[in-house]
T-cell receptor
Framework: AQTVTQSQPEMSVQEAETVTLSCTYD???????LFWYKQPPSRQMILVIR??????QNATENRFSVNFQKAAKSFSLKISDSQLGDTAMYFC????????????FGQGTTLQVKP | DSGVTQTPKHLITATGQRVTLRCSPR?????VYWYQQSLDQGLQFLIQ???????AKGNILERFSAQQFPDLHSELNLSSLELGDSALYFC???????????FGEGSRLTVL
């Protein structure tokens, strides 16, 4: 069975600084997707970034980028130029390829961006 | 706005009761997924429907059931409610095989 682990329950960062959230996962699959979702106080789950395991290049979306280390089964999220609106809970998630929709989530990391 | 609509946003009920949560997927999405978010269990996949048929099942209790109707909206029925069923229930939809889900705002269920 697949598992996703986020070892940092809470983190904080100063506005405009950079922060990295950690995620490790365990799977025997070779093809899969990895995601970071953001859940602000409004509670809606918002996709931040997505990575296909077969792609060696790390995904980037504006201020958000990932460090995907397939052999180490590590998938960290880097947020650059942190903004107050980035304050939220962040979830790392795993999905088997061709098993669309069944996400396995980590426990989440609460990120507080301080002014 | 994800385009996925869930009702009701909040629901308070008593143990032993039955409730129905409703979800309308994004226009054109054939797949609907239900997730439960609770303090002790975290976010868990419950069930998936694709074009009216059950496609995958996760950690869904026997007291819970779901269906997807011809117009593609879905309902999650929770019966014989227990205190531990208090949670946020999310619906999501997707275009098949993209690996990307769009979540609704969730229905907060409180069982007293």
């Amino acid at each position: 069975a697949q598992t996703v682990t986020q070892s940092q329950p809470e983190m904080s960062v100063q506005e405009a600084e950079t922060v990295t959230l950690s995620c490790t996962y365990d799977t025997s699959e070779s093809n899969y997707y990895l995601f970071w979702y953001k859940q602000p106080p409004s509670r809606q789950m918002i996709l931040v970034i997505r990575q296909e395991a077969y792609k060696q290049q790390n995904a980037t979306e504006n201020r958000f980028s990932v460090n995907f280390q397939k052999a180490a089964k590590s998938f960290s999220l880097k947020i650059s130029d942190s903004q107050l609106g980035d304050t939220a809970m962040y979830f790392c998630a795993f999905m088997k390829q061709y098993n669309t929709g069944k996400l396995i989530f980590g426990q989440g990391t609460t990120l507080q961006v301080k002014p | 706005d994800s385009g996925v609509t869930q009702t009701p946003k909040h629901l308070i009920t008593a143990t032993g009761q039955r409730v129905t949560l409703r979800c309308s997927p994004r226009s054109g999405d054939l797949s609907v997924y239900w997730y439960q978010q609770s303090l002790d269990q975290g976010l868990q996949f419950l069930i998936q429907y694709y074009n009216g048929e059950e496609r995958a099942k996760g950690n869904i209790l026997e007291r819970f059931s779901a269906q997807q109707f011809p117009d593609l909206h879905s309902e999650l029925n929770l019966s014989s409610l227990e205190l531990g069923d208090s949670a946020l229930y999310f619906c999501a939809s997707s275009v098949v095989n993209t690996g990307e889900l769009f979540f609704g705002e969730g229905s907060r269920l409180t069982v007293l």
